[in-house]
């Protein structure tokens, strides 16, 4: 054994860090300083999720979406790719809500509505 490991161990034994389960699962029970149960980091995952309203570029549609860990700059246009792609397309945001009934599985941005038509 190396001098520099000498006295660790593989995995955390008491941490806030989730280790390997040997049934494939990862819990912070699992750290038993195996290397097999190496630690893994934080368990705990964040989302943020925005809410905005959209205009259609060259038309009065509007949308209530929400989107997950992107936020997006009001008067900005965005080619939006809706969950449902039906309502895919080059929309306007026009200000922050508090809820939306939308999802946005993505979005590329665009200096104005003309670029964006053009790029879609």
């Given at each position: 054994?190396?001098?520099?490991y000498?006295?660790r161990s593989a995995s955390?034994?008491?941490?806030?860090r989730?280790c390997?389960?040997?049934?494939?699962?990862?819990?912070?029970k699992?750290?038993?300083?195996?290397?097999?149960?190496q630690?893994?980091?934080?368990?705990?995952?964040?989302?943020t999720?925005y809410?905005?309203?959209?205009?259609?570029?060259?038309?009065s549609?509007q949308?209530e979406i929400?989107?997950e860990n992107?936020e997006?700059?009001?008067?900005?246009?965005y080619?939006?790719?809706f969950?449902?792609?039906?309502?895919?397309?080059?929309?306007?945001?026009t200000h922050?809500?508090?809820s939306?009934?939308?999802?946005i599985?993505?979005?590329?941005a665009?200096?104005?509505?003309d670029?964006c038509i053009?790029?879609?």
């Open positions: 054994m190396s001098r520099m000498k006295g955390p034994r008491s941490s806030k989730g390997l389960c040997r049934d494939g699962s990862y819990s912070r699992c750290c038993d300083g195996s290397y097999y149960a630690g893994i980091g934080s368990v705990t995952k964040t989302t999720t809410y905005y309203k959209l205009q259609k570029c060259g038309h549609s949308k929400y989107i992107v997006l700059t009001v008067n900005n246009v080619y939006f790719n969950a449902n792609a039906n309502h895919s397309g080059c929309y306007t945001v922050t809500r508090t939306g009934d939308q999802k599985n993505s979005v590329v665009y200096n104005n509505c670029a053009a790029a879609n």
